[in-house]
C-alpha cells in the first residue's frame, strides 16, 4: 500500500461532507430545568372527555371521542411510558390515539412526539410555522437551536394555519397562532361537555421569553417582537371557563388539583390567574424591548 495524497484529500473531504449529517441525526435532550418536570403524575378527568395524561410538570392532554382520541403534547422523549401508563390508568387505550398536536416545538413537550406517532399511526397536525424546526428536531429554533437535535425529527401530516378547526368524533377544537416563544407556537380552544354542563376550554401557550439576546439581535427571527405583540394582544380577549397550559406550574395545576382529588372543574376556571399570568408576561415582554443590544 502506498500513500496517495489525493485519495487522502478526497477522504478528508467525504468526512467533512457526512459529518454534519451525523451530527444532525444525533439527538441531545437537554437537562431539564427541574427534576420535578418529568416526575410520575396521577393522570385525572379534568373537563368532560378530557383528561390530563402529563408527568408533574410537562402538561399532556387527552381528549378522548367514539371515533379515536386527540393528544395534546409529549414531555421528554423518556416520558412516553409515563403517558403510556396514564392513559391506560384511565381505561384507554393508547392506540385509540388518532391525533397528535403541540402546543410549542421545544423537547420538553416533543420529546417523545416522534416514538408516540410510530407507535400509534396517528396524525400529526402543528401549527405550520413549526413544520421546519419540527423536521430538524428543534436544531434550528432561534433560542435553544444550533447544538443539533434536542428530540427526534418528526414530519407533520397536516398544517394549520389561525383559527383553523382539528376535527375528530364529533370534537372540534380551534388552533390558535400565538407566536413568539418559537415560531409556531399555538393554544387550542373547544367545548367538551359533562351531564351537567359544557366547558369552553383554553389550552394556551403562555407567551413565555426564551432567550437572553435582545429581540434585535436575534436575525433568523427578524418578526420576533411583532409575534410577542400580537400574542399579548389576541391572547387578552378569549372567552373560556376552563383555562390549562403548556406546563402544570403555568396554571397552578398543583394548587388547584391533588391526586386522588374529586371531579371539579371549576376549579380550572381561574380567570384571576389567566389575566395574572398574561400580564406579568407582558411586562417581561415590555422590559425586553427596553434591551439594547451589546456595544462591540
Ligand atoms: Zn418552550
Known sequence: ???????NILLAATLLLTAPTVIAQKIQEPKPMSAEWSMPYQPFRIAGNLYY??????????????????????GLAASAAQIKKNIQTLGF???DIKILLTTQAHYD???????????????????????????????????LGGKGSSYAPVKP??????????????MQLVMLHH????????????????????????????PTIVTEKPFSAITDY????????????????????IWLASHASQFKMHDKHAPGDAYNPAVFNDQQG????????????DEKMKQQPATQ
Open 109 to 143: 413537550h416533543m420529546g417523545a412526539m416522534a416514538a408516540i406517532k410510530t407507535k400509534t399511526r396517528a396524525q400529526l397536525m402543528v401549527d405550520k410555522k413549526e413544520a421546519a424546526v419540527l423536521k430538524d428536531g428543534g436544531s434550528s429554533d432561534y433560542a
Open 274 to 285: 389567566y389575566r395574572n399570568a398574561i400580564s406579568s408576561l407582558q411586562k417581561q415582554y
Open 53 to 74: 395524561v402529563g408527568t408533574y410538570d410537562l402538561a399532556c392532554y387527552l381528549i378522548t371521542t367514539p371515533a379515536g382520541n386527540i393528544l395534546i403534547n409529549t
Open 93 to 95: 387505550r393508547f392506540a
Open 179 to 206: 407566536p413568539g416563544h418559537t415560531r409556531g407556537s399555538c393554544s387550542f380552544l373547544f367545548t367538551v361537555k359533562d351531564d351537567q354542563q359544557s366547558y369552553r376550554v383554553l389550552i394556551a401557550n403562555l
Open 222 to 241: 427578524p418578526e420576533i417582537a411583532a409575534d410577542y405583540a400580537y400574542t399579548f394582544k389576541t391572547m387578552q380577549n378569549i372567552p373560556f371557563d
Open 157 to 170: 401530516d397536516r398544517l394549520l394555519s389561525d383559527g383553523d378547526t382539528i376535527r375528530l368524533g364529533g
Open 1 to 7: 500500500m502506498f500513500n496517495c495524497p489525493l485519495q
